[in-house]
């Protein structure tokens, strides 16, 4: 097997989107910046009301998916389909926006912490315009394992661990996303593979850790995408405060992009004509 490296890291930036919800944005940043099949990752943390408290309210959404992991805090999410998802500490709420979606997304507590993650994931032109769809995934619906060193809590896609294969919460989708949230111990080290065919990505969100590759240890930044190369199997380490970090991969779409904010597409037809849809309220209909 072939330990990936880093090959682009992409530090996160502070701004702040839906009502004035302070994020960290790493892929998405720009236009440009992205990792096929992801558009976006952000990562929201604060025990300040202020930072969170204006949530995202009621918008719209075609052509992609969203993955939104809570760590810790309470969201309300509801949308035109009439689905209501109460998004608490360890859950994870998978929405297909596809043809369209029009939802919110309100903070349930006035104070404490809030911390969490928001995935985007493209689709591809043959299923940007399937309807909508939309998980709500408990904690307890996320398989956890338990490994020397490690723990790894298994959002979506398979992985093999000691000979044995471990399925997600989701599985499937023609980019098999993988997202895995890792926890090292101090000092605690985990290999595993990731098939070569997908693009792979790690972000460590707390504590301190290395990738091996050849002789080295490549210091992993923290709040920053580090963009992997090429190779079949990551080894992480961490260092003596141990380490949280997500590990998400998916295989590449492959297709232009052409995105204007909550939509994205692949031609500027097919955002003009989203426009029009949605302010005709065809975008759910
Ligand atoms: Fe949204």
């Known amino acids: 097997m072939t330990l990936r490296p880093v090959k682009q890291t ?6 702040s989107d839906g009502a004035g919800v302070r994020i960290k944005r790493s892929i998405g ?7 096929d099949p992801f558009l976006m990752l952000d990562e929201f943390g604060s025990d300040q009301p202020q930072d969170y408290i204006a949530g995202f309210p009621s918008h719209p ?4 998916e969203t993955v939104t992991y809570m760590i810790e805090g309470h969201m309300l999410h509801e949308d035109h389909l009439g689905n209501r998802g109460n998004l608490k500490n360890g859950g994870v709420q998978w929405m297909t926006a596809g043809r369209g979606i029009v939802h919110s997304e309100m903070p349930q507590q006035e104070s404490g912490r809030m911390r969490g993650f928001q ?7 043959a299923e940007k315009m399937k309807p909508a769809g939309y998980r709500d995934l408990q904690p307890e619906d996320i398989p956890g394992f338990e490994v020397d060193g490690a723990r790894l809590k298994l959002i979506a896609g398979e992985v093999t661990l000691g000979g044995v294969k471990m399925a997600g919460a989701v599985t499937g989708g023609s980019t098999q996303p993988l997202y895995i949230d890792l926890h090292l111990e101090p000092e605690g080290a985990l290999s595993l593979p990731v098939e070569a065919a997908l ?3 790690l972000y460590l969100y707390e504590g301190n850790a290395t990738l091996r590759h050849d002789e080295q240890a490549q210091p992993l930044a923290v709040a920053t995408a580090s963009i992997l190369g090429d190779g079949d ?7 003596p405060e141990g380490a949280r970090l997500l590990l998400i991969a998916g295989r ?9 904010g909550p939509f994205v597409m692949n031609t500027r037809g097919e955002i003009e004509q989203t426009l029009k849809d949605f302010r005709d309220g065809r975008l759910t209909a």
């Open 10 to 15: 992409i530090p996160a930036l502070e701004t």
């Open 29 to 35: 940043q720009q236009q440009t910046i992205r990792m």
């Open 61 to 64: 959404h075609r052509g992609f």
């Open 119 to 125: 995935l985007w994931l493209n689709l591809p032109a």
């Open 199 to 201: 693009n792979a990505m």
């Open 233 to 239: 199997e990551i080894r992480v380490e961490a260092g």
């Open 252 to 260: 590449p779409i492959n297709e232009p992009i052409v995105q204007y």
